[in-house]
């Protein structure tokens, strides 16, 4: 329990631990990985370079998010962690749009013509009718698969 209060005490007025400091200790995590990886490598030319470099941004990644942590300057922390966020808000969307058709390969999406909404539809070759859950309309789908491209045309 003593050890706590300390610990509470010791952190009175810091910044802490936030999204770009977990951000910081996973990028310092990859950087350890990657390291361990060149390790074995070391007889071909070239590697103890990049194990050096990659050594050298792991231990600048952990000191930067321990600093952070540590930090009393607190405007400062929460400007860098909002700048992280608005960065990390435009890049995630593009990243899940990409690797969403890449999941959902037995479905297409269409949306309704009435109410705009986005359908899951089954990826079926051929003219379907289809009815949106949301308004009631019914529209047709026409579905054409070019199996050999992965070439989907849906109209």
Same mark, same amino acid.
């Given at each position: 329990?003593?050890?706590?209060?300390?610990?509470?005490?010791?952190?009175? *007025?810091? /910044? *802490?631990?936030?999204?770009?400091?977990?951000?910081?200790?996973?990028?310092? +995590?990859?950087?350890?990985?990657?390291?361990?990886?060149? @390790?074995?490598?070391? !007889? +071909?030319?070239?590697?103890?370079? %990049?194990?050096?470099?990659?050594?050298?941004?792991?231990?600048? %990644?952990?000191? /930067? %998010?321990?600093?952070?942590?540590?930090? @009393?300057?607190?405007?400062? @922390?929460?400007?860098?962690?909002?700048?992280?966020? @608005?960065?990390?808000? &435009?890049?995630? #969307?593009?990243?899940? &749009? =990409?690797?969403?058709? +890449?999941?959902?390969?037995?479905?297409?999406? =269409?949306?309704?013509?009435?109410?705009?909404?986005?359908?899951?539809? &089954? !990826?079926?070759?051929?003219?379907?009718?289809?009815?949106? #859950? &949301?308004? *009631? %309309?019914?529209?047709?789908?026409?579905?054409?698969?070019? /199996?050999?491209?992965? /070439?989907?045309?849906? !109209?």
């Amino acid at each position: 329990m003593r050890y706590m209060e300390r610990l509470r005490r010791f952190m009175y *007025g810091r /910044y *802490g631990f936030d999204q770009f400091g977990r951000f910081l200790f996973g990028l310092g +995590i990859f950087f350890w990985a990657v390291c361990l990886l060149l @390790r074995f490598g070391f !007889r +071909i030319e070239g590697v103890y370079i %990049a194990y050096r470099i990659c050594s050298v941004l792991n231990t600048v %990644a952990y000191v /930067y %998010a321990v600093f952070r942590i540590l930090s @009393r300057n607190t405007y400062k @922390r929460s400007l860098e962690n909002e700048k992280y966020l @608005r960065i990390r808000n &435009k890049v995630v #969307p593009f990243l899940e &749009k =990409k690797t969403e058709s +890449i999941r959902n390969k037995e479905y297409i999406f =269409k949306k309704c013509p009435k109410c705009g909404v986005k359908l899951r539809l &089954k !990826r079926i070759r051929g003219k379907h009718t289809t009815k949106c #859950p &949301k308004c *009631g %309309a019914k529209f047709n789908v026409r579905v054409w698969i070019d /199996y050999d491209g992965g /070439y989907t045309d849906i !109209r």
